[in-house]
C-alpha cells in the first residue's frame, strides 16, 4: 500500500459510485443465494455473475493470489475465508466481501446476516451492532478533521455492545487500487491521522467479535478465524468526501438511509 493519498475529483467519484452500485448488487445476490444447504461456492458464483453481467472486472479474484471474485466467512470466521464446498446450516454467520472495478476504479464493500432465523441472541446483536458501529464510523467522517474520528466512534458502539474490534486489520483508501493509503482503524488510535479533506476516499470497515480480539490465520493463508473461536462480523463501505459532504460510494442511496439514525444527510456527488 502506497503512502501517499490519492485524492479524486468529482468524475472520479462518479466513476467509483459506478463500480459501488455493481457492488451493492454482487452483494444482495450472494445474500438471496445464502441458504440453508447452500455452498460458500454459490454465494462467489452469485456475485461473479453479477459483476460480469455488468461489465465490471472482480479485483479480488487474482489479488495476490486469491481464489475467488468474493471472500465468504462462516462464523469464527471473520474475513478473507475462501468460497468452496462448506454448507450452509440455520443459524450460521455469514460475512461476504467482493469488491469491482469499472473503468480502473474500485468499489468495495461488506455485508454480514444470518442465515434463515437466528439460533442466538447474541449473533443478533452481533450482526446488529456491527453494522451500526459502521454507519457511525460513517456518519463521524461527515464531521471529522481527521480520520481518528472514526475509529472512535466505531470503538464507541463496541464498547456499548459488548464487542470488540479485531486488531491488526483496518479499513484503508480507495480509488486506481482496493488498497491504498491512509489506512481506517476501527478503534481509538494515539499518533498523527490522515485529515478528512474533499476528494477523499475511503473504505470503512469494521470487524467486530463476541470474544476476545485475538485472531490466527488458518493454513489456507487467508482466513482469519477468531483466536477462541468466537463468532465475528464485519460490514464495510467505500465513502467518498466532497466539497459538499460525504457520498456513500457503495449504497444506491449514498447511504442516506444508514446515516438517518445519525442525523447525516449524505450530499449527491454534482
Not at 44 to 70: H, K, M, Q, W
Not at 119 to 137: I, N, Q, Y
Not at 144 to 150: C, K, P
Not at 156 to 179: E, Q
Request: glycine share 12%; with cysteine.
Amino acid at each position: 500500500m502506497a503512502n501517499r493519498i490519492e485524492y479524486k475529483s468529482l468524475e472520479e467519484m462518479r466513476l467509483m459510485a459506478q463500480a459501488g452500485v455493481i457492488v451493492e448488487r454482487a452483494l444482495a445476490a450472494g445474500r438471496q443465494a445464502a441458504v440453508a444447504g447452500a455452498t460458500t461456492g454459490d454465494i462467489d458464483a452469485a456475485t461473479s455473475r453479477v459483476i460480469a453481467e455488468a461489465g465490471a472486472t472482480s479485483n479480488f479474484l487474482g489479488y495476490y493470489g486469491f481464489p475467488a471474485t468474493a471472500c465468504v466467512s462462516v462464523n469464527e470466521e471473520i474475513v478473507h475465508g475462501i468460497p468452496g464446498e462448506r454448507v450452509f446450516s440455520p443459524g450460521d454467520v455469514v460475512s461476504i466481501d467482493c469488491g469491482a472495478i469499472v473503468d480502473g476504479w474500485h468499489g468495495d464493500s461488506a455485508i454480514t446476516f444470518i442465515v434463515g432465523e437466528a439460533l442466538s441472541a447474541a449473533d443478533s446483536k452481533l450482526v446488529k451492532e456491527t453494522r451500526r458501529s459502521l454507519w457511525a464510523g460513517i456518519a463521524a467522517l461527515a464531521s471529522a478533521q481527521r480520520l481518528d474520528a472514526v475509529g472512535a466512534a466505531i470503538e464507541d458502539v463496541a464498547d456499548a455492545a459488548g464487542l470488540h474490534p479485531l486488531v491488526g486489520y483496518v479499513g484503508h483508501g480507495i480509488g486506481t487500487a482496493m488498497h491504498q493509503a491512509p489506512e481506517v482503524v476501527n478503534y481509538r488510535t494515539k499518533g498523527r491521522h490522515a485529515r478528512v479533506k474533499p476528494g477523499l476516499c475511503v473504505a470503512i470497515e469494521p470487524m467486530l467479535v463476541l470474544g476476545t480480539e485475538d485472531s490466527r490465520v488458518l493454513d489456507d493463508d487467508w482466513t482469519v478465524v477468531s483466536a477462541d473461536g468466537s463468532r465475528g462480523a464485519h460490514w464495510e463501505h467505500s465513502v467518498a468526501v466532497h466539497d459538499g459532504g460525504i457520498w456513500v460510494l457503495t449504497a444506491s442511496d449514498g447511504g442516506a438511509s444508514g446515516l438517518a439514525p445519525f442525523g447525516v444527510v449524505p450530499a449527491p456527488l454534482r
